[in-house]
RNA sequence: GCGCCGUUGGUCCAGUGGUAGGACAUUAGCUUCCCAAGCUAAUAGCCCGGGUUCGAUUCCCGGACGGCGCACCA
């Protein structure tokens, strides 16, 4: 990788090579040669991504009483067609011989011939449109005749069923997965607002160029929460998170020379409006605590604000949570100027408004609305229309019903109108007049017990891999353990892959074996994820788990079964090597307690005996 | 998708028109009372296809994969 390098190799190659030797994850189907943008998770990643997924859900799921779901990763077009994805199907991409730059065939078509339509035009048409018309480079003026349109598809297209079949499309977010069900979710939810959905699962993606290992992939894990809140009505528990800090980037700042971050809490950044929604400033706070207990490096970590032409067909702003995962500057340049780094997308916090459930009701089969009752029923005075068909029948022949329709249509509009004797309507453009008697026009008074309401949605979507990447790039460290160089991941217990090491301290000792076998079953029974080791030495051990994370360690010596009291054993800590003496039969609970993050190894040392 | 560069055991590298060598890692045995120690041995590799050649891991062409830049990332 270009870029300043660190100690011989730049920061991210040394992890992509601890990612592949230590089993985080590599390419996947290296046997067949490869296949760019997919990758394996070994068991060291596999376990680390699972856990994040499992620390995601008891926030944003449990914690903030959310339900969970689990939809099919393969939908009808029909879904697509309706969520606005399919739009960008059939985009027709040119790029221009001399200078190199691409452009949408379909857009030049359109603004430089009188076709309307060409994005559903096929291919080859589209090409010989280009070549026809003349139509040149927008940038540099060259001609575009003969250059080849490619078509750009970035769903990964399938068939249901056999032979031709149906059309699908593997999903390119996890989202629509959630918003197609809404009419039977909202039924769960007791129909009351407001309510959250998260699924956590695969969404896929035909990038043109992936890059850069498991950031920018074709298959990825997204974890996202749906919040269908009430436009008019709901905000947001801002209080639990109200003094959280958070580093924002807001789209001013970005598009101003030599602009700043903000440090805000979240009731400042609403206050001053600095975040637009309330909701939206609400998941950033909840967001960072969640950082913050998996691990991720909160000075390597901003909240920046999507500028207008970035944000998606969706959304009505954005913030993206953002980690800088080093490999292009060092900590010098990034102190002087804390924008510079390589900064990659790790969530995004959308408000999408009404628009995905909106297209929904339109393309569906169901309103997407929820009945919202009023606390007490209303009287309402309402117009309505009930013509006279037995006139209007007779009358207007195959156009009663329009000419009915209007009168409907008018009533609502203008109920006045039918004050006088008759009343005129337009139909297909011609002047329709009729009595107003025959329109039956009465103004009753109903109660409505409440009204349809289409929530609005938030939505906090993380990508799981980048995560997952993060941590890995904030926690890797090289330093110096007795002279001799040192490589470890400073992982969070809450999603290290392995909890704790157990070793004999020699494996020639069949007694301190037997002792160490049965202390690592111990620690598993008690739901500890445990690995144990008797190769080598004792150090070799040591650095095998520091490379993977491991935050502690189980040693069992001699000294320990030495005496009448019961047997003890050394827990060593991974990120200062410090170790302490404790009972075998505490381990279990006094472990846990520290996976658990409930406490630290510093005072279980000082609760302990201390090992120099 | 375009351009530049690259691809040798699990990892990191050396090397060659006559099919390869190291380091680390791994495994087995010995040794070892706290941080990658030592000894012995073992396992394991030239990305794929085509061409040139008596012979290609090496040279040429194409592909795949990877890195970077451009474009793309709803």
């Not at 270009?2 to 994850?25: I, K, N, Q, T, W």
């Amino acid at each position: 990788m270009a870029g300043p390098e660190v100690g011989g190799v730049s920061d991210a190659d040394a992890l992509a090579e601890l990612a592949v030797r230590r089993g985080f994850y590599f390419g996947a189907a290296g046997a067949y040669g490869g296949v760019a943008g997919f990758y394996t998770f070994g068991p060291q990643g596999a376990a680390l991504k699972r856990n994040v997924e499992e620390a995601w859900r008891e926030t944003f799921t449990t914690r903030l009483g959310n339900e969970e779901i689990a939809g099919p990763t393969v939908m009808p077009e029909a879904v697509f067609e309706a969520s606005g994805h399919l739009d960008g199907f059939d985009d027709m991409l040119v790029a221009c011989a001399e200078c190199g730059e691409s452009h949408r065939a379909d857009h030049l078509v359109e603004d430089e011939t009188d076709v309307e339509d060409a994005e559903s035009l096929p291919v080859p048409e589209v090409e010989n449109l280009v070549a026809d018309h003349g139509i040149a480079c927008p940038d540099c003026g060259a001609a575009l005749a003969g250059r080849s349109v490619e078509e750009f598809n970035l769903m990964f297209e399938t068939t249901i069923g056999p032979g031709d079949g149906e059309s699908g499309y593997l999903r390119p977010e996890t989202a629509q997965a959630i918003f197609v069900e809404f009419p039977r979710l909202k039924e769960y939810a007791r129909t009351q607002l407001p309510f959250g959905v998260t699924q956590i699962g695969p969404a896929y993606r035909n990038e043109i160029s992936p890059r850069r290992g498991i950031v920018r992939t074709r298959e990825f894990t997204q974890a996202e929460l749906e919040q269908f809140v009430d436009p008019a009505d709901d905000d947001p528990p801002l209080e639990t998170v109200a003094d959280v800090e958070l580093c924002l980037y807001p789209g001013d700042e970005q598009e101003r020379e030599g602009g700043a971050y903000l440090t805000r809490t979240v009731r400042e950044a609403v206050e001053e409006g600095v975040v637009e929604s309330a909701w939206v400033a609400y998941f950033l706070g909840v967001a960072r605590e969640w950082y913050d207990r998996i691990g991720v490096d909160g000075d390597r970590l901003r909240f920046r604000q999507h500028l207008a032409g970035e944000r998606a067909h969706y959304a009505s702003d954005c913030w993206d949570a953002e980690s800088e995962v080093g490999g292009g500057v060092d900590a010098a340049t990034l102190a002087a100027d804390p924008t510079a780094g390589r900064w990659i997308e790790i969530a995004g916090f959308s408000d999408r408004g009404a628009y995905d459930l909106s297209k929904h009701a339109e393309y569906g089969d169901e309103p997407f609305t929820i009945f919202r009752q009023y606390g007490e029923p209303r009287e309402v005075e309402r117009t309505t229309v009930d013509p006279d068909m037995s006139v209007l029948g007779p009358e207007y022949g195959s156009r009663a019903t329009d000419v009915a329709e209007a009168l409907r249509a008018l009533a609502e509009r203008d109920p006045s109108a039918f004050d006088d004797e008759s009343v005129t309507v337009t139909v297909d453009g011609e002047s329709v007049t009729v009595a107003s008697d025959v329109a039956n026009v009465s103004v009753e008074t109903v109660t409505e017990a409440g009204e349809h309401v289409r929530p609005h949605v938030v939505e906090p979507s993380f990508g799981v891999d980048r995560t997952v990447y993060t941590l890995l790039a904030h926690g890797y460290r090289e330093d110096e353990v007795d002279g001799e160089p040192r490589t470890s991941l400073a992982l969070s217990p809450a999603v290290a892959p392995t909890a704790v090491g157990v070793f004999p301290l020699v494996s020639n000792d069949e007694a301190l074996v037997d002792l160490a076998e049965s202390v690592a079953r111990s620690l598993r029974a008690a739901g500890l994820s445990v690995t144990y080791d008797e190769s080598g030495n004792i150090g070799r051990r040591y650095r095998r788990q520091d490379e993977v994370g491991t935050p502690l360690c189980v040693t069992v010596d001699h000294e320990g079964r030495e005496g009448d009291g019961p047997a003890t054993v050394t827990v060593r800590d991974r990120d200062t090597t410090a170790q302490v003496r404790l009972p075998a039969a505490e381990l279990a609970d006094r472990l846990t307690a520290v996976v658990d993050g409930d406490r630290t190894f510093a005072a279980l040392r000082e609760a302990g005996a201390a090992v120099e």
